[in-house]
């Protein structure tokens, strides 16, 4: 028999994400008979991202909704336990969609999300962490969407976290200017001391209107937006011509019921000739390598570090997961599962 522990979606969150949105269970289950083509994984490590409180509401808010009384489902770091594919045999290390629980059994080659083998080189935090697809979101978002020329001036809100630390410190290694906007004096200073940012703007303390026009009196040239509201109008009132707004997401917003707003003055997307692009990460998978292959390089050069915010437990994922919208979180979250005693 296997220990079996699970999180499962209970509610769907009215505002703010609680601890009551989630329900433990722990049973214990037998070792599972595999069909051909699939395999038993050991899900070992969870990231959160901020992606995923968007699942979580229902069908039709997002590009994907977790089923209530379902697992909740995250970028996740699996071993395969049990093997009847020929391409994973056990031991192999996979990165995956992963349902928050010990043990899935799953089908590569018909699985509607990617199942990947890692390469023995590569440990599971760096997989989850610095070579993950929210640091490939980073780098296309700010390369191919952004387009920043060299000293020109790069905006960044959520500038601390996952997505936006890995901005901040590309868009300096192509030669850009770079403010970020973070929440809280000590996330500001870990923006400019450790990722290397020009200045940071505390969103929660400081008007960021004030602050922008202080900092960029040539406009920003490039934002990258991972927040809306309040933040991307104000940056909106000090863009320059032709700016580039790259969205890439509207966390201001995720735990509202209503959609996120938009800007405000459209007269000023005209006289500014501002581009305003959104875009998914998946547009881009064809040339993940690429992205990780200048990453690779960026890290051993010693450009290039990331920041991952490792906590230890199964039983704590739901708390890892709400560290990202009350401030606590710095860069990745990747939650240790803790290995599940056999029963
Ligand atoms: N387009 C894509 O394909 C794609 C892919 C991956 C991620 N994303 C988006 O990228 C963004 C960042 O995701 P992530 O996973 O890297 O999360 P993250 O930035 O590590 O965590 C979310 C951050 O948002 C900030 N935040 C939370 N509530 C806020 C509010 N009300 N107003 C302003 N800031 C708030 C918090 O920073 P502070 O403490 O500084 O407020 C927190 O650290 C999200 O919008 C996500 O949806 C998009």
Redesign the pocket.
């Known amino acids: 028999m296997l220990r079996h522990r699970q999180w499962l979606l209970k509610s769907r969150p009215e505002g703010a994400l609680s601890l009551g949105d989630f329900e433990f269970r722990e049973q214990h289950i037998p070792d599972p008979e595999l069909a051909p083509g699939q395999i038993l994984v050991q899900n070992l490590m969870f990231s959160c ?3 995923m409180r968007n699942w979580m509401n229902a069908p039709g808010r997002s590009h994907r909704s977790i089923d209530l009384g379902t697992p909740m489902l995250g970028p996740g770091g699996s071993q395969v336990v049990k093997s009847n594919h020929a391409r994973f045999p056990v031991g192999t290390r996979v990165t995956l969609l992963a349902p928050w629980e010990d043990y899935s059994v799953l089908e590569p080659d018909t699985s509607p999300t990617p199942i990947t083998a890692l390469p023995s080189e590569v440990k599971l935090t760096e997989a989850l962490g610095i070579y993950s697809l ?1 640091s490939c ?1 980073a780098y296309f978002g700010l390369l191919e969407v952004g387009q920043p020329k060299v000293g020109e001036t790069v905006v960044v ?2 500038a ?5 630390s890995m901005v901040v410190q590309i868009a300096k290694i192509v030669g850009c200017r770079v403010i970020g906007v ?3 004096r000590d ?1 500001c200073d870990l923006v400019v001391e450790h990722l290397g940012a020009d200045a940071a703007i505390d ?1 929660k303390h400081e008007d960021v209107g004030a602050r922008l026009r202080e900092l960029c009196p040539k406009g920003v040239d490039v934002y990258f937006d ?2 809306g ?1 309040d ?1 991307l109008a104000a940056v909106m009132d000090n863009i320059a011509v032709k700016g580039r707004i790259a969205v ?5 917003s995720y735990d509202s019921g209503a959609p996120a707003p938009g800007l405000r003055d459209m007269m000023r997307v005209i006289y500014r000739s501002v581009t305003v692009r959104g ?3 998946d547009e881009f998978m064809q040339d993940v390598d690429t992205a990780r292959a200048d990453m690779k390089r960026w890290v051993a050069e010693g450009r290039l570090r990331h920041h991952e915010d490792i906590r230890t437990g199964f039983e704590n994922l739901p708390h890892a997961f709400m560290a ?2 009350n ?1 606590e ?1 710095r860069g ?1 979250v990747i939650v240790e599962s803790g290995e599940p005693a056999e029963g």
């Open positions: 991202a901020a992606t929210n979101t809100s959520a601390a976290g996952s997505v936006g973070a929440g809280g996330k969103y991972n927040v509201g933040i890439c997401g509207q966390v201001a875009f998914v990460m990202l919208f401030g979180s990745t």
